[in-house]
């Protein structure tokens, strides 16, 4: 089923606001949404996988997420699966009342034609987990008032397959 992106856009901001309409006002409901967000780092961990939509005319056509614990590490491939670049960053999960939101921080570039550059500060993007998809969605949080807004879904790639795709990209 191939969903296109501004569908996938109308979704991720009915989902949003939705989860906004959410608060923690107690300090059990903020005790819960800590449980909540270390539920999620569990989630959260693995190997992701999307396809770059056509119409979002960059220069890969796939990128893997491979997520552990408070690290991340991101590959972009071409068409024919040479690595275009590659960043590791720090991220930490947190919840602003409904809103699920990831921040990272220290990124630095390990393959390609910025590698060995760091880029300085933080930045977010709000996210969601559903078994095995993670989405995320950027441009609306305060501060990205200028960002367009954006969603892109990454597929959980499974254990064998995971095998399978670093043995092609070697």
């Not at 005319?57 to 275009?84: C, F, M, P, Q």
Request: with cysteine; charged share 25%; proline share 2%.
């Amino acid at each position: 089923m191939n969903i296109s992106i501004r569908s996938r856009l109308a979704l991720a901001v009915v989902t949003l606001l939705s989860m906004s309409a959410v608060s923690c006002t107690s300090s059990s409901s903020s005790n819960k949404a800590t449980g909540i967000v270390s539920d999620d780092m569990n989630q959260i961990m693995g190997v992701w996988e999307r396809q770059a939509d056509p119409a979002e005319k960059v220069s890969y056509k796939r990128s893997i997420k491979d997520i552990g614990n408070g690290h991340e590490t991101v590959t972009y491939y071409n068409a024919d699966g040479t690595v275009l670049r590659q960043h590791q960053v720090d991220f930490k999960l947190e919840r602003y009342g409904g809103a699920k939101v990831y921040t990272y921080r220290n990124q630095r570039e390990t393959a390609g034609s910025k590698k060995g550059t760091k880029k300085p500060g933080t930045a977010s993007y709000l996210y969601r987990i559903n078994e095995d998809q993670l989405t995320e969605v950027w441009g609306l949080l305060p501060g990205q008032e200028k960002v367009p807004v954006k969603a892109y879904t990454h597929i959980r790639i499974k254990n064998a397959a995971t095998q399978q795709a670093k043995k092609a990209t070697h």
